[in-house]
């Protein structure tokens, strides 16, 4: 659990947000180097034994300056996985970007989940801060917030291939694929790498089969994963 919180730190809307947006070039220069810093001691011990006061130290701050920033460790690890939200919302937006039919969407699912998958793998930071956003209530509203955008996302171009199925149907399929998939790669990097490697291939088959299978019209019933066919 993520608790570490300045004793005179002023209670704010959100406990885990950055305080201060940095609007001047030192001030943003700053923010860079605490996260920078944060991220070179998360990789060396852990987000969970990481210390406030290491990460002032590191960045040649005073405490109380961390403490104007960042209000306590919760809102460093949510900027620094909003970050990563961020580079993936890119990524997926660029692989959808290139659809134009219920196979490419297939296609580029699974090439996807295949990046998202590399790109934990070798982010051992990137995996740290997703297991301590689980451990804390505030933290885990991101990760919701990150399926909903990917999903969105995803049932922007598929509601697009398949005109006649309900909005609401496709966002609700999409928002589960998401969510699904982040259970998925949570799970695959947390065992040993050849079975996390059967449990992301068990994954895209599983959701390709439901999700845009091959039929007649090239890609009937899109929705059978909610067991709902438009």
């Keep these: 659990m993520i608790t570490e919180t300045s004793p005179s730190a002023?209670?704010?809307?959100?406990?885990?947000?950055?305080?201060?947006?940095p609007s001047q070039k030192r001030s943003r220069e700053r923010v860079e180097q605490i996260l920078a810093c944060a991220t070179a001691l998360i990789q060396e011990k852990g987000s969970d034994a990481m210390r406030m006061s290491e990460v002032a130290e590191k960045a040649g701050i005073s405490i109380?300056?961390?403490?104007?920033?960042?209000?306590?460790?919760?809102?460093?690890?949510?900027?620094?996985?909003?970050?990563?939200n961020a580079v993936c919302n890119e990524c997926i937006a660029a692989e959808l970007a290139?659809?134009?039919?219920?196979?490419?969407?297939?296609?580029?699912?699974?090439?996807?989940?295949?990046?998202?998958?590399?790109?934990?793998?070798?982010?051992?930071?990137?995996?740290?801060?997703?297991s301590a956003m689980q451990a804390d209530k505030a933290l885990r509203e991101i990760d919701l917030l990150q399926s909903r955008a990917g999903g969105k996302l995803l049932a922007?171009?598929?509601?697009?291939l398949v005109p006649d199925t309900p909005r609401e149907?496709?966002?609700?399929?999409a928002f589960l694929i998401m969510h699904?998939?982040?259970?998925?790669?949570?799970?695959?990097?947390?065992?040993?790498?050849a079975e996390?490697?059967?449990?992301?291939?068990?994954?895209?088959?599983?959701?390709?089969?439901?999700?845009?299978?091959?039929?007649?019209?090239?890609?009937a019933s899109p929705i059978d994963i909610l067991g709902v066919r438009s």
């Design 156 to 160: 922007d171009v598929w509601a697009r």
């Design 10 to 21: 002023v209670p704010a809307e959100d406990e885990t947000a950055l305080r201060r947006t």
């Design 180 to 193: 699904l998939g982040d259970c998925t790669m949570r799970l695959a990097v947390s065992v040993d790498r």
């Design 98 to 130: 290139k659809v134009t039919s219920l196979a490419e969407l297939r296609d580029a699912f699974c090439v996807l989940f295949d990046i998202y998958y590399d790109m934990f793998l070798a982010e051992p930071v990137m995996r740290d801060i997703w």
């Design 169 to 173: 149907t496709i966002d609700s399929a």
């Design 64 to 84: 109380g300056s961390l403490y104007q920033y960042f209000p306590d460790k919760a809102a460093i690890v949510r900027t620094l996985a909003e970050r990563y």
């Design 196 to 219: 996390g490697d059967r449990i992301v291939e068990a994954y895209k088959r599983m959701i390709i089969r439901d999700f845009v299978a091959d039929g007649p019209g090239g890609g």
